[in-house]
């Protein structure tokens, strides 16, 4: 499967999930650290894919978003962000009413 399909699966099949270096549990740098810290908060199941296991899929997301910086949000298949943008929404109230459902 090619690394474009994998992802574009990741993100569809799942509500929230996150790119990141590390894992939720051992996030290997402050900005992935940062998000999980934000989702962790927000008490939702998420998925944290760790970019550094695989060189392909490290790059592939970010030829896939045109986003050139780690982590990257993606909610219901959307790109929503990294690090300050998910920290911004999450301040604002954004973040969670889009998870709600609603219009942000």
């Known amino acids: 499967m090619a690394t474009s399909d994998r992802i574009r699966k990741l993100v569809t099949d799942n ?9 939720p ?11 999980v810290k934000v989702l962790d908060a ?11 296991d695989d060189p392909f899929l490290r790059e592939g997301i970010k030829e896939y978003s045109d986003w050139p910086t780690l982590p990257q949000v993606y909610v219901r298949g959307e790109f929503i962000g990294g690090c300050d943008i998910v920290r911004d929404m999450y301040a604002s109230g954004e973040l969670q009413a889009l998870l709600a459902g609603a219009n942000a």
């Open 15 to 23: 509500e929230i999930v996150v790119f990141m270096k590390g894992d």
């Open 25 to 35: 549990a051992a996030p290997k740098c402050g900005f992935s650290a940062g998000v």
């Open 42 to 52: 927000l008490e939702r199941p998420y998925i944290g894919i760790d970019v550094l």
